[in-house]
C-alpha cells in the first residue's frame, strides 16, 4: 500500500498514512485539528548512468558476437568402421 505524507496548514506538521488508494484522504490534523494538505514526494527510483540497457534496447550498437574456441572430439576407434 502506498505511504502519503501531509502537512498541516496550521501547524506545519508533517505526517505520513499508509492508505490504499481506495481510501479518501486525510482532512484534519491529529494534532491540532488544522486542514491537512497532501504532499507530492520524489521518487525514490532512479536510473544512473549509462550502462542499463543490458540488450542494446534503442540503441543503433550491434552487440558482439562472443566466438567461443570449440575443440571437436577426437576420433576414438568406436567410431572408425570395423570390417
Known amino acids: 500500500m502506498p505511504?502519503?505524507?501531509y502537512e498541516c496548514q496550521t501547524c506545519k506538521k508533517h505526517f505520513e498514512y499508509t492508505?490504499?488508494?481506495?481510501?479518501?484522504k486525510k482532512d484534519v490534523c491529529e494534532e491540532c485539528g488544522g486542514p491537512l494538505e497532501?504532499?507530492?514526494?520524489p521518487s525514490g527510483?532512479?536510473?544512473k548512468g549509462?550502462?542499463?540497457?543490458?540488450d542494446l534496447y534503442s540503441s543503433s550498437k550491434k552487440p558482439e558476437s562472443k566466438?567461443?574456441?570449440?575443440?571437436?572430439?577426437?576420433?576414438?576407434?568406436?567410431?572408425?568402421?570395423k570390417d
Do not use: A, H, N
Not at 566466438?67 to 568402421?81: A, F, G, H, L, W
Open 19 to 24: 492508505q490504499s488508494i481506495k481510501e479518501p
Open 50 to 54: 549509462g550502462g542499463w540497457y543490458k
Open 67 to 81: 566466438t567461443e574456441t570449440k575443440s571437436e572430439p577426437s576420433s576414438s576407434s568406436s567410431d572408425k568402421k
Open 38 to 41: 497532501r504532499l507530492i514526494s
Open 3 to 5: 505511504i502519503y505524507e
Open 45 to 47: 527510483f532512479v536510473l
